[in-house]
């Protein structure tokens, strides 16, 4: 089954922004919504962004995800150094009837 | 509080089976869907299968298709994932997680169990 394309490393130093884009399909992310989960090495993901844009309580408000067409991307404002992670987005496929997660961005805060 | 505890991971020669169950407590089991999804030592996330409240409405990805089995058992707030003629490539750590739907995000995911396929 195909995955979702992201780059598979990014960084930057604290306080700077840093985006994370996620490419797709008509299929998956052009029809249905981004979640994006963070993990923790040898901890288990947690979801960072639901619904293309929605924090659930907890998650700070420098996280943001937006969608357009069949991409979407995972944005950090005033990067932390406890923000160095790997990144995941995931969507639904309607030709699959599958979820779909994106290969992972290691984020790397300088 | 929401918890998943996954159990039933191991060792497992290449062609055999094994059976992982996931224990939740701290919600009403019976009103969601579950997942299971696993990751490959140094690999990214693979979701698995996918089981409705009531059992209905289950999906696979292909590359589990016709050898992994999902059921749940809502009287005891269980889900379970039968793996047979299981590969090499099978070697992962399993997690469940929780999903409303099967459109909706995965809200809580167990800590997971570590499946390792090897002769």
């Known amino acids: 089954q195909s995955v979702l394309t992201q780059p598979p490393s990014a960084s930057g130093t604290p306080g700077q922004r840093v985006t994370i884009s996620c490419s797709g399909s008509s299929s998956n992310i052009g029809g249905n919504t981004v979640n994006w989960y963070q993990q923790f090495p040898g901890t288990a993901p947690k979801v960072l962004i639901s619904?293309?844009?929605q924090r659930p309580s907890g998650v700070p408000d420098r996280f943001s995800g937006s969608r357009s067409g069949t991409s979407a991307s995972l944005a950090i404002s005033g990067l932390h150094s406890e923000d160095e992670a790997d990144y995941y987005c995931a969507s639904w496929d309607d030709s699959l009837n599958a979820w779909l997660f994106g290969g992972g961005t290691k984020l790397t805060v300088l | 509080e929401v918890q998943l505890l996954e159990s039933g991971g191991g060792l497992v020669q290449p062609g055999g089976s094994l059976r992982l169950s996931c224990a939740a407590s701290g919600f009403s089991f019976s009103s969601f869907g579950m997942n299971w999804v696993r990751q490959a030592p140094g690999k990214g996330l693979e979701w698995v299968s996918y089981i409705y409240s009531s059992t209905n409405t289950i999906y696979y990805a292909d590359s589990v298709k016709g050898r992994f089995t999902i059921s749940r058992d809502n009287a005891k707030n269980s889900l379970y994932l039968q793996m047979n003629s299981l590969r090499d490539e099978d070697t992962a750590v399993y997690y469940c997680?929780?999903?409303?739907?099967?459109?909706?995000?995965?809200?809580?995911w167990g800590r997971g169990t570590l499946v390792t396929v090897s002769s």
């Open positions: 997680a929780r999903a409303r739907n099967p459109l909706s995000n995965f809200d809580y």
């Open positions: 619904s293309n844009n």
